[in-house]
């Protein structure tokens, strides 16, 4: 199954009046108890009509409730054949559609590697066609649909929808009024292609350079920081009550040197530091309103030490977040195949104790078959009581009726183009990401260069696989930018290892131009990229790098004479970086990390907010 981090259907109409009308007959009879479930103008709900819905549901439906699984392919009940022959293989059914009949699965999540999310219009087509399916069963209830659509490294969503600069460039700009904005018109789009949940804002604190699984994807290292700008985030999500946004990874994965996907992380925090550093950014989302919170793979022994993962943890789950901190959302884990949930206990004990702990929703077992029995067989055991489901499925059920989806289940084609990627969105994307871009270093104010006496740019550098839906590589977005901003730019890609050939092949090319533009992508000591660079500045040549990850690559490199940060690879960030190496904008980023010395991590090279712009050297 991978990793959870990254033809057109023929009919792309918006259903008729006449299929509305028959696929939501199941939910008509589930719903005629004392009419429909649905929120009022406030966003609120009636209790008594979903628990009547609930009183009317099987057990095998309240358990399928629970789940939030993937599902390969562009279509609810037409994927290609290679699609149908993954989901036999991992899941026992052919489509979406039987997914649902097989599971009644409470919630589908889209992966661009399931092959869910080619383009707007299919999007929208595919979560109109699983919305049918449910809606079709007997009591049908409309799917919670969900994807991580970060921004920056991590997109389900890719072009023609907008994409925006990532957490922590947003943490670069300083402005709350940007990440509402992202937040705002992200959801907007993903409500218009019929995504209801979005996994995302992080509200990690990422205070360990190290981490190989937050890093650019929170906001920044000062607590009070990235909590002004989850909540901010969160409103603009949240302000239409038709798309609920997601803050993660409770307790906080901010300070971990191990990928949960693959390892069981420790957080070492006592209990002092976690209030003073992780639990700002959680306490603000839940302020703000946020509609669910999703759980981390990881240890905290100061707040937990039964060696449990967070995420299967009652005293984090039910003692902290529910109780202390006051939440009665709806609490998400992270995916379930992932490596730091597994190793303690097996794929049949997973989602028994998460909802043992205070979970309401199960994010894609590794086996939908194994994990859905086994929390069946629970309640038939009575390990887990019925009532413990009902708590769960009643919050699932009132995001439902909050986001309006018992009212508008289906989206439309119309909806799509008047609100994915249009030329707004997307000057708006642009604009942001101009007030992200950070000047490390400019010694003897050799940035802006000059069309004049630097006009043959050479780039070069780093070229990791792109973020989804964007065009990449970074080379070649970083040369194709200049060039329209009237630089005559060549692109020469030399990896994230460059060989000694690939080092030679650049400092040749490097020669023949009057300047040159190098990204750094997660730079060690022992990197061959530092040779890459130091052979670049030999040649005599102006060299300007660019960070297209983690900014403390420039801790690494200290005789480059000017170094931006642009937090991802992106082609909004990148598009922005030129504009601000060829002077079209001044750079305006600030760190919100700090860069220790390479040599020295108790020394800090530069602070938390470091940034130069032009006219000051």
Request: aromatic letters at 4%.
């Amino acid at each position: 199954m991978p990793d959870t981090s990254t033809g057109s259907m023929g009919n792309t109409s918006v259903p008729s009046r006449r299929t509305v009308l028959a696929a939501t007959a199941g939910m008509t009879t589930a719903l005629a108890l004392g009419g429909t479930a649905h929120a009022g103008p406030d966003g609120k709900h009636d209790d008594r009509k979903l628990r009547a819905l609930i009183a009317r549901m099987s057990l095998p439906e309240k358990v399928g409730q629970l789940f939030v699984m993937r599902v390969y392919g562009h279509s609810a009940t037409a994927p290609d054949q290679a699609d149908i022959d993954a989901n036999l293989k991992e899941i026992g059914v052919r489509t979406a559609a039987e997914l649902i009949a097989k599971y009644r699965v409470g919630g589908i999540i889209y992966f661009t590697w399931a092959h869910n999310t080619r383009d707007p219009h299919q999007i929208a087509d595919l979560s109109n066609g699983i919305q049918r399916a449910s809606l079709a069963q007997p009591r049908g209830l409309p799917v919670l649909v969900s994807t991580d659509q970060e921004h920056g490294i991590v997109c389900r969503v890719g072009e023609p929808a907008t994409l925006f600069p990532g957490a922590m460039a947003i943490g670069a700009g300083g402005s709350r009024a940007d990440a509402r904005t992202l937040g705002r018109i992200a959801g907007q789009e993903l409500r218009a292609l019929g995504i209801r949940q979005n996994y995302s804002p992080v509200a990690d604190v990422n205070v360990n350079p190290a981490n190989p699984v937050i890093g650019v994807r929170s906001f920044g290292a000062e607590p009070a920081a990235v909590a002004g700008m989850v909540a901010a985030e969160v409103a603009g999500y949240q302000h239409s009550r038709q798309l609920a946004a997601t803050a993660k990874h409770f307790p906080g994965h901010g300070d971990t040197a191990v990928d949960s996907h693959y390892g069981f992380p420790v957080i070492t925090h006592t209990r002092d530091q976690w209030n003073q550093l992780d639990a700002p950014p959680f306490r603000a989302a839940i302020r703000a309103g946020i509609d669910s919170i999703m759980t981390a793979h990881i240890m905290v022994p100061a707040l937990d030490d039964s060696g449990d993962p967070a995420t299967l943890s009652r005293p984090i789950l039910t003692g902290i977040l529910r109780e202390e901190l006051g939440y009665d959302g709806l609490v998400v884990t992270d995916s379930l195949g992932m490596e730091g949930v597994r190793t303690k206990y097996g794929d049949d004990r997973v989602p028994v104790l998460a909802l043992k702990a205070g979970v309401d929703q199960l994010l894609n077992p590794p086996s939908l078959d194994i994990a859905w029995n086994a929390v069946l067989k629970a309640v038939q055991d009575g390990e887990l009581t019925e009532a413990r489901l009902d708590e769960s499925i009643l919050r699932i059920l009132r995001l439902k009726a909050k986001l309006r989806l018992f009212d508008a289940p289906y989206v439309s084609q119309g909806g799509v183009d008047q609100n994915v990627g249009t030329a707004s969105h997307l000057r708006t994307a642009d604009r942001i990401a101009e007030r992200t871009t950070t000047l490390l270093v400019n010694e003897d104010s050799l940035l802006p260069l000059s069309r004049r006496s630097h006009s043959k740019i050479l780039v070069v550098g780093a070229d990791p696989a792109s973020p989804s839906g964007t065009t990449g590589p970074p080379t070649g977005v970083l040369a194709a930018a200049l060039t329209e901003l009237g630089f005559t730019a060549a692109a020469l890609s030399t990896g994230t290892a460059p060989s000694s050939a690939a080092i030679a092949k650049a400092v040749e090319a490097a020669r023949a131009a009057d300047a040159v533009v190098v990204g750094t992508y997660n730079v060690t000591a022992s990197s061959t990229q530092k040779a890459l660079v130091e052979q670049l500045l030999a040649t005599g040549r102006p060299v300007v790098a660019v960070a297209v990850r983690n900014p403390y690559d420039v801790a690494h490199l200290p005789a480059v004479r000017a170094y931006l940060a642009s937090y991802s690879w992106t082609d909004v960030e990148l598009r922005a970086a030129a504009r601000v190496i060829a002077g079209r904008v001044a750079p305006r980023g600030k760190l919100p990390v700090p860069v220790q010395q390479a040599d020295d991590p108790t020394r800090v090279l530069y602070p938390i907010g470091h940034g130069l712009s032009y006219g000051r050297g």
